[in-house]
Nanobody
Framework: QVQVVESGGGFVQTGASLRLSCIAS????????LAWYRQAPGKERESVAA????????YYSDSGKGRFTVSRENAKNTVYLQMNSLKLEDTAVYYC????????????????????WGQGTQVTVSS
């Protein structure tokens, strides 16, 4: 059983920056594929970013491309999402997703490919 805990959300103004963190338990974190998703009220959960266990491969959805950066520190069992130039439409609950023991070090695009999810952290952007 893997425990996943996100943090770093909060209330910010448009144009501000925020860094989300996610800690996932386990001794094989360096083999976890990881992703960030978000869900706004009344909308379906959508992909934000993904990162392979090597950190060499990353993916960004159109909504965050050029503004968001995903990174990881395997020694700390932590993945980050740096969010810059925040917009009103970035308001959502942000979730960390984990795929354990990824044999390929690849990227995974769909929610069904991930094994564990965190409880989410709320990001609210206002003007």
């Amino acid at each position: 059983q893997v425990q996943v805990v996100e943090s770093g959300g909060g209330f910010v103004q448009t144009g501000a920056s925020l860094r989300l963190s996610c800690i996932a338990s386990g001794s094989t974190f360096n083999k976890y594929a990881l992703a960030w998703y978000r869900q706004a009220p009344g909308k379906e959960r959508e992909s934000v970013a993904a990162i392979s266990w090597s950190g060499r491969n990353t993916y960004y959805s159109d909504s965050g491309k050029g503004r968001f950066t995903v990174s990881r520190e395997n020694a700390k069992n932590t993945v980050y999402l740096q969010m810059n130039s925040l917009k009103l439409e970035d308001t959502a609950v942000y979730y960390c997703a984990v795929k354990t023991e990824d044999p390929l070090g690849g990227l995974y695009a769909y929610t069904s490919e991930y094994d564990y999810w965190g409880q989410g952290t709320q990001v609210t952007v206002s003007s």
